[in-house]
């Protein structure tokens, strides 16, 4: 699914109306789409409830104007509430005059307007930008403290659909209806958090006018054209050798997790390299996987001499993990920088492994496989010399400039994780707040080398696996809880999720 920014959409809106259809007609599909859409969601909850269509000056107004004569019809108590007086504009202007003639109600807005059962908020969409001026601060702090279920079209009034700001007391949304596409306010931070469920609507714009290129959501139908079909005689050498190189003494939890992951992840062999102390920790966790113990220091981390356990394993391996949970301090530095010079197949850098190359940035332009980092926001900021805040603040820029620069596929995670070779940018739509935890990242990881192991390329592995992992969050969610879940319930759905392949 395409995201558009608001220069983007307007250039595809205007050669609708230049192609195909007038801007009036093109406002009335919209509100009668999004129309559709709040009944198919509320139902029958809407009969006879209270709903307050707010409306501004400009021609997300029209939307409302429409919507509000339909969920009149519908049997709603619906209202339309002028928030900046009747409109000048021709479009909205038409279709308030026939909501007028259908005898929808019409009020100017007064506080008590947000006392209601619904509140549709079309006050704004994509033409929001800055700070809300008055009165429209004064409505967005009264829809703050309204206990109405907040339906937003196009866009929550008070995020810039444009660059995903959102100003003080910005309209927090139960349930957007996207118009067409998605916008940037959709995907990224801080706009996203007041989207709430987001449904987007198809208004009948040809596919000719969309000319550009855009940046695009992650779709089950995206991963499944991925994978090839499954042969039936197909062995443990068809889906790929994997080898992992994580964990310490302190962290044998990563390698663990990585290595299930992989595991689930349908790779045919898996071989975790990891220190020689770690080994009877991680062996009480794994029985599949096959092991090779290494040097290691005083620490309980890889020492310089592992570079000969890797130097045996490199020719067996269709994928690298490097990282996960091995620390970081001189050794484990020039164990990475040896493994990132001297790989023979792709090679999945994640967590520490990002750290101890992060200050010999030059060697990942060096690398001669195809490579994928899976930083997030922090790991990213070290690798760039900047704060999480700053990366949180510019997330498509920072991920497809690194990319591009440094010729690698980038998995910025985080909410909306985002997955780059910096030319093709895609967003991860699956997931929730319950992945917030120590753990997921090494899941990734390992699902990542999986696939990679079985023969995707190292964008459409990412692609695959930050969306099956965000499903795993989601029903993990759903069987426990957000605050409850662990790795561990991800890692069990995995096997089951990954069927979405087949």
């Not at 429409?66 to 969920?71: G, S």
């Not at 008070?158 to 660059?163: F, M």
């Not at 965000?470 to 069987?479: F, I, P, Q, S, V």
Request: negative net charge.
């Amino acid at each position: 699914m395409r995201v558009l920014t608001t220069k983007q959409i307007r250039k595809v809106e205007a050669l609708c109306f230049e192609r195909y259809s007038t801007e009036a007609e093109l406002m009335l599909k919209a509100g009668t789409a999004c129309a559709n859409s709040i009944v198919a969601r509320y139902g029958d909850a809407l009969k006879n409830a209270e709903v307050s269509v707010l409306c501004g000056a400009g021609k997300n107004a029209g939307d409302g104007f429409v919507i509000a004569r339909l969920l009149f019809a519908f049997g709603a108590k619906a209202k339309i509430v002028l928030c900046a007086g009747e409109p000048t504009i021709a479009e909205p202007l038409m279709y308030f005059n026939e909501a007028v003639s259908s005898r929808v109600p019409v009020v100017s807005y007064a506080d008590e307007h947000t006392v209601c059962d619904f509140v549709v908020d079309c006050m704004f969409g994509i033409g929001f930008h800055g700070e809300a001026r008055a009165p429209f601060d004064r409505i967005f702090r009264a829809l703050a403290d309204s206990s109405a279920e907040i339906i937003s079209v196009d866009t929550p009034s008070g995020t810039d659909s444009a660059t995903g700001e959102a100003c003080e007391n910005c309209v927090k949304a139960d349930f957007t209806v996207a118009i067409s596409t998605l916008k940037m306010a959709h995907i990224l931070p801080p706009a996203n958090a007041y989207c709430g469920d987001i449904q987007t609507v198809n208004i009948g714009i040809p596919e000719d006018c969309y000319e550009d290129e855009y940046i695009n959501t992650i779709t089950e139908e995206d991963v499944r054209a991925s994978f090839k079909p499954i042969d039936k005689n197909a062995n443990k050498g068809t889906f790929g050798h994997q080898l992992n190189i994580c964990g310490s003494y302190n962290m044998f939890g990563a390698a663990v997790i990585s290595a299930k992951a992989a595991v689930r992840s349908g790779a045919g062999l898996v071989k975790l390299m990891l220190p020689k102390s770690a080994y009877p920790l991680a062996a009480a966790h794994l029985t599949q996987p096959i092991f090779r113990p290494s040097a290691e220091n005083d620490c309980g981390t890889f020492s310089d001499a592992a570079i000969r356990d890797f130097d045996a394993e490199r020719d067996w391996a269709d994928s690298i993990v490097l990282g996960c949970g091995i620390g970081k301090n001189d050794d484990t530095a020039f164990l990475c920088e040896y493994v990132a010079r001297n790989a023979k197949c792709p090679l999945i850098i994640d967590a520490d492994g990002i750290n101890c190359l992060g200050e010999r940035i030059n060697i990942i332009k060096d690398i001669k496989v195809p490579t994928v980092l899976t930083p997030h926001p922090g790991e990213m900021a070290r690798l760039i010399s900047k704060t999480p805040a700053e990366i949180q603040q510019d997330r498509l820029n920072v991920a497809k400039t690194f990319a591009r620069e440094n010729h690698v596929v980038l998995v910025l995670k985080g909410a909306n994780t985002i997955v780059t070779d910096g030319k093709s940018v895609f967003v991860n739509m699956t997931g929730n707040p319950a992945m917030a935890m120590g753990g997921t990242g090494d899941m990734l990881s390992g699902m990542l080398g999986a696939f990679v192991a079985q023969g995707l390329t190292a964008l459409d592995a990412a692609k695959a696996a930050v969306y099956i992992h965000g499903l795993c969050g989601d029903e993990a969610a759903k069987r426990f809880s957000l605050r409850g879940t662990a790795v561990c319930d991800m890692t069990e759905l995995l096997g089951t999720l990954m069927s979405i392949t087949e």
